[in-house]
T-cell receptor, first 110, second 113 residues
Framework: NAGVTQTPKFRVLKTGQSMTLLCAQD?????MYWYRQDPGMGLRLIHY???????AKGEVPDGYNVSRLKKQNFLLGLESAAPSQTSVYFC?????????FGPGTRLTVL | GNSVTQMEGPVTLSEEAFLTINCTYTATGYPSLFWYVQYPGEGLQLLLKATKADDKGSNKGFEATYRKETTSFHLEKGSVQVSDSAVYFC????????????FGTGTRLLVSP
């Protein structure tokens, strides 16, 4: 089992560009999450999904969209990137009570 | 609302020293408590957990006891190793409703030989 995988690992964008981060899990988990990690702020929840075809907003959803068309995949989209979105993004999936995290995507917006 | 407060780092120790990383929480009801560890360049991994008051979680020589009276879940290890150098996150999750984790800001541990 690969667990939770994320692509890409690194990305540099210019302000206003768009991109999609892909998260995949092979553990048949219902719940999936997207977090961002910023220095001194821990992890903050962006969006989450409780099952295929469902999504919901977390603490910091503005500027992001998500889709869960297949149970194993959870996509995070940035329609118009801003420098404030420079961060490390982590995807996670869970079966209660533990969450399993991917290795992260480091995104820089210039 | 629910929140987790951790001691600021970095915590710098020599190998074989005793480790304590403080964590206190604010929550309604009786949450489950977790410690996650993040090694350099990797995602978070669950280190240990406790689901009710007075429970002790333990793993890899680390321990933490769920103290309801002091709303604390301090992480301890009797003898740290260089390989324990990482960032440690305390987190809580309510046991009702959606299972959202609330994280502390993380504490970096640096262990020197």
């Amino acid at each position: 089992n690969a667990g939770v995988t994320q692509t890409p690992k690194f990305r540099v964008l210019k302000t206003g560009q768009s991109m999609t981060l892909l998260c995949a899990q092979d553990m048949n988990h219902e719940y999936m999450y997207w977090y961002r990690q910023d220095p001194g702020m821990g992890l903050r929840l962006i969006h989450y999904s409780v099952g295929e075809g469902t999504t919901a907003k977390g603490e910091v959803p503005d500027g992001y969209n998500v889709s869960r068309l297949k149970k194993q995949n959870f996509l995070l989209g940035l329609e118009s990137a801003a420098p404030s979105q420079t961060s490390v993004y982590f995807c996670a999936s869970s079966v209660p009570p533990e969450q399993f995290f991917g290795p992260g995507t480091r995104l820089t917006v210039l | 609302g629910n929140s987790v407060t951790q001691m600021e780092g970095p915590v710098t120790l020599s190998e074989e020293a005793f480790l304590t990383i403080n964590c206190t929480y604010t929550a309604t009801g009786y949450p489950s408590l977790f410690w996650y560890v993040q090694y350099p360049g990797e995602g978070l991994q669950l280190l240990l957990k406790a689901t009710k008051a007075d429970d002790k979680g333990s793993n890899k020589g680390f321990e933490a006891t769920y103290r309801k009276e002091t709303t604390s879940f301090h992480l301890e290890k009797g003898s740290v190793q260089v390989s324990d150098s990482a960032v440690y996150f305390c987190a809580l999750r309510k046991n009702t409703g959606f299972q959202k984790l609330v994280f502390g800001t993380g504490t970096r541990l640096l262990v020197s030989p």
